[in-house]
């Protein structure tokens, strides 16, 4: 960082963790689903099969054409009940991607990113003593 930066300035964690999340799905041979909040202004996904304010959508090599994991969107053409769609999905409404053959993947937040730590360190531990035994 530059002198005068700090960590607030840096960028969103979330676009690198669903890369390296999809690229192992897809490296293991199992399909990568995103889960989207679909309730947000800029995305757009085929709202006929959104269900409860979110949707699953299938981003496998093989259902997919032009993915684009960006830093801030996700987007991709696909196939909805055989017509063809463009989707985009802002990365702040991803809220998992996972293999759908066993469930494993990573699960965000719905905020933009966790709390900072605190600064208040955890007590130290009591320190041993030792004790003469005759």
Known sequence: M???????????IRPY????????????NYTPHILV???GDSLQVPMQFVK????V???SPTAVVDLQLGDHRITFRGRFSGVAQGVSVP????LGIYAREN???????SDEEPAPPTDDPAPPPERPTLKVVK
């Open 91 to 94: 990365m702040t409404s991803l």
């Open 37 to 39: 909040d679909a309730r």
């Open 2 to 12: 530059s002198e005068g930066e700090t960590e607030d300035t840096m960028s969103s």
């Open 103 to 109: 469930g494993r993947g990573m699960m965000f937040d």
């Open 17 to 28: 963790l669903a890369r390296a999340a999809y690229e192992w799905i897809v490296d293991n």
């Open 52 to 55: 409860d304010g979110q949707i």
């Open 57 to 59: 959508l299938n981003i």
